[in-house]
């Protein structure tokens, strides 16, 4: 049962433009919300976080949505750039007891390119 | 300079052999995790800690072992690797107890077990 889902496994986008990736999620119980860059032979980078509470979170080049209603995400990175070419997860978790605020779930990850 | 630190980088094994793949974080950090990443399935929990001695299963722990007994290091123990655990394994480290933090990752051990 896959909980966190990122339904387009890639994505390419002309330099300067807006790239948007989308992530969805079946657990109502999830309160938090991060996405996640990962470059060849690199580990994951954390960019940016948004808690339930709120329904846009933004940094820099890079702003995050919520849609609690549709159990919907995305991450919008504007502009953007060819250093911005790598697979993007998008992970959540929940914030109550018995260990749900220390796992958490990754979706399987969206290969974006930036053209120049 | 804030990192986690995964030895090895690579390594093949053959079945049944025991190791280790340690881990390290010098940012004082009280939760950590291990994570492995498979194709088409993404990153999925092995197990993680809340802090020294406190360790809980994640989603895959079967065929692994983990100990806490210094806050920077968390092992990651196969007893008798199979080849179904070949993969690339992550440890992951976070300061606070929100996952709004994020966790640090470290740059993952490349396992084959033949």
């Known amino acids: 049962d896959q909980q966190v889902k990122q339904n387009s496994p890639s994505l390419s986008v002309q330099e300067g433009r807006i790239s948007i990736l989308n992530c969805d999620y079946t657990?109502?119980?999830?309160?938090?919300f991060l996405w996640y860059k990962k470059y060849p032979a690199e580990g994951p980078t954390f960019l940016i976080s948004i808690s339930s509470i709120k329904d846009k979170n933004e940094d820099g080049r890079f702003t995050v949505f919520l849609n609690k209603s549709a159990k919907h995400l995305s991450l919008h990175i504007v502009p953007s750039q060819p250093g911005d070419s790598a697979v993007y997860f998008c992970?959540?978790?929940?914030?109550?007891?018995?260990?749900?605020?220390?796992?958490?779930?990754f979706g399987k990850g969206t290969l974006l390119t930036v053209n120049p | 300079e804030a990192q986690v630190t995964q030895n090895p980088r690579y390594l093949i094994t053959v079945t049944g052999k025991k190791l280790t793949v340690t881990c390290s974080q010098n940012m004082n950090h009280e939760y950590m995790s291990w994570y492995r990443q498979d194709p088409g399935l993404g990153l999925r929990q092995i197990y993680y800690?809340?802090?020294?001695?406190?360790?809980d299963k994640g989603d895959v722990p079967e065929g692994y072992k983990v100990s806490r007994k210094e806050k920077r290091n968390f092992p990651l123990i196969l007893e008798s690797p199979s080849p179904n655990q070949t993969s690339l394994y992550f440890c992951a480290s976070r300061r606070g107890p929100l996952n709004y933090y994020g966790y640090t990752f470290g740059s993952g051990t490349r396992l084959t077990v033949v």
């Open positions: 657990n109502s119980m999830f309160d938090y």
């Open positions: 800690s809340m802090n020294v001695e406190v360790t």
């Open positions: 992970a959540a978790s929940g914030s109550g007891s018995g260990g749900s605020n220390y796992k958490l779930t």
